[in-house]
């Protein structure tokens, strides 16, 4: 009896050192990969040739890379990556992080990261972040929603050209990728993008680039010959 017992608690523990084993292997390869396409998605926006970068990631990808439909003058891809098995694990919701690239007549036009996890009997929180790759601009220099200090914490975007400087570019692209493997996962925008947004006292949210976008909010009042 004893020494039934004795395996029986062994196998236990040798099956807990493999889930253990295959977990961490599982979240370190998980973040490695998204850390990577993080900085390809970066690189990307910082090439002076942003159509050349793309087709280097194309070939890079394969068919990783796929292509979601096309028209005679736009066509999107896809690349996304996603934590099922630790999530099946229930240690950790299932976090998702899927990057779009639109080619408007063979240019990169715009990219768009979107970066979610899902929470049960809660809201689940998304932050979008899209980047203008026109050489003069597409969209908008920078902008963030929410923006000041909301109780809306479920939903964040962050826009973005190429005239963002490097301090916006670098907050914006600054994802908490430790939510593909946290226990008890993220519960916000703030957990998704910290450099983004902060907690406040009151159980508010406040984004943290207050003083820079009403910056750039005050200077399109009277816009420079660069806006033009």
């Known amino acids: ?9 062994i196998g236990f523990a040798i099956l807990l050192i493999c889930t253990f084993t295959l977990v961490s ?20 926006g910082l090439s002076q040739n942003p159509r050349v970068q793309f087709e280097a990631l194309r070939r890079k990808y394969g068919t990783k890379l796929r292509p979601l ?25 299932y976090t998702e992080m899927n990057i779009w690239f639109m080619v408007n007549q063979g240019s990169l036009e715009t990219a768009m990261l979107e970066y979610r996890t ?15 790759m026109c ?7 920078f902008d963030v929603n929410p923006h000041g200090t909301t109780g ?17 570019r670098d907050a914006a692209l600054a994802l908490n990728l430790g939510c593909f493997s946290q226990l008890g996962g993220c519960k916000d925008i703030v957990d998704l993008l910290p450099s983004m947004w902060a907690h406040t006292e009151s159980g508010r949210i406040s984004s943290r680039l207050v003083g820079l976008a009403q910056k750039l909010e005050d200077s399109h009042m009277f816009p420079s010959p660069d806006d033009f």
């Open 25 to 44: 292997a599982s979240a370190y390869l998980t973040y490695r990969t998204a850390k990577g396409r993080l900085r390809d998605f970066k690189e990307v």
């Open 135 to 141: 050489s003069r601009g597409c969209g908008v220099r």
């Open 69 to 93: 439909g096309c028209t005679q003058r736009l066509c999107q891809y896809e690349i996304d990556l996603s934590n099922p098995s630790i999530a099946a694990l229930r240690l950790v919701p």
């Open 1 to 9: 009896m004893k020494t039934t017992t004795r395996n029986i608690a």
């Open 118 to 132: 899902a929470l049960k009997e809660r809201h689940s929180p998304v932050v979008h972040v899209q980047e203008g």
């Open 152 to 168: 809306q914490m479920w939903n964040g975007l962050v826009e973005f050209d190429t005239r963002a400087d490097s301090e916006q």
